[in-house]
């Protein structure tokens, strides 16, 4: 199977994370006035100036004097600029405009998107990673944000990433596909499941479709992935092929069933089959089997 050019977002290659800076806190300092600063609020939303579609993010200079403890360093541009992260509460005031990152992944040019997707799942774990699992103490953050050290007992704690798979199986005419009872009417997704303890990617796309809508896989192959940070997930795509058999739903799903590709493509027409937004990998997927049938 060959597979469509990839259209969802966060693909981007994103920045340099020149790892070799984060220990030079000469550096970072010396690359804090001028480098653009993404700002994010309690909620995960990035504050800016300018439009939706063309965001303006302050330097660091024009946020504070000298560089935090708490800004992050992301890395560097093709250009050499630096970027960094903040949280929002460290400064008195805020650019006036908002947007989350679903709507980013939409609006903004590839790299900023990709580089507030860097920005969100790190100051998550940031903000939930402040005291030591091993021993109550409180975490002090080092390498220009991503590592945590305790100093009571020295363990280090670093950003965590949950793999999930995300499937499209196919019996050859027909993709399966599934939705949940919370999601608009008509919407319909390709399977998903994150890997359990002990468990191969190949094993987790057995496990999950088998557990979601009791179908059993013969045999999957690796497409794609893509950063996912709702809060900290990447999303593993694959293909999948199974016999025909009768999709039986478990408490997970409200509903799932085969569609051949001119029932999806004709209940996209008619809005009788509404698929996942072009934001997510699942999109991808669903377009990459329909690309390659008649």
Excluded: N
């Excluded at 020295?154 to 599934?178: F, K, N, Q, W």
């Excluded at 950063?227 to 058999?245: D, E, I, K, V």
């Excluded at 799932?256 to 072009?278: I, K």
């Amino acid at each position: 199977m060959t597979p469509t050019p990839r259209r969802y977002a966060f693909q981007h290659a994103g920045l340099d994370r020149a790892e070799h800076l984060r220990k030079d806190a000469a550096a970072l300092d010396a690359c804090w006035p001028d480098a653009p600063v993404l700002i994010l609020d309690v909620e995960g939303q990035a504050r800016f100036a300018g439009s939706d579609d063309q965001p303006e993010f302050p330097r660091g200079g024009q946020c504070l004097a000298q560089r935090p403890e708490i800004a992050s360093f992301l890395g560097l541009d093709e250009g050499g600029q630096a970027w960094f992260a903040l949280p929002a509460e460290v400064l008195p005031e805020l650019p006036a405009q908002t947007l989350d990152l679903r709507s980013a992944g939409t609006r903004w040019a590839a790299l900023p998107a990709a580089v507030f997707a860097q920005a969100r799942a790190l100051l998550h774990w940031q903000q939930r990673s402040r005291y030591c699992g091993a021993c109550g103490g409180a975490l002090v953050l080092e390498r220009g944000g991503f590592c945590a050290r305790c100093p009571q007992c020295g363990i280090e704690h670093y950003p965590r990433t949950d793999p999930a798979i995300i499937v499209a199986v196919s019996d050859g005419e027909r993709l399966l596909l599934g939705r949940q009872a919370s999601w608009p009417p008509k919407r319909w997704s390709v399977l998903a499941g994150f890997l359990e303890p002990g468990e191969s990617l190949e094993q987790t796309v057995v496990r999950e479709v088998m557990e979601e809508a009791g179908v059993r896989v013969d045999a999957c192959q690796y497409a794609c992935s893509q950063p996912w940070p709702f809060p900290s997930a990447l999303m593993l795509g694959f293909h999948a092929q199974a016999q025909p058999q009768p999709a039986q739903v478990s408490e997970e799903l409200e509903e799932a069933r085969w569609f051949t590709a001119a029932e999806l493509r004709d209940g996209a027409v008619t809005g009788e089959v509404r698929l996942s937004p072009s934001l997510s990998i699942s999109r991808w997927l669903i377009d990459d089997w329909l690309a390659q049938q008649p």
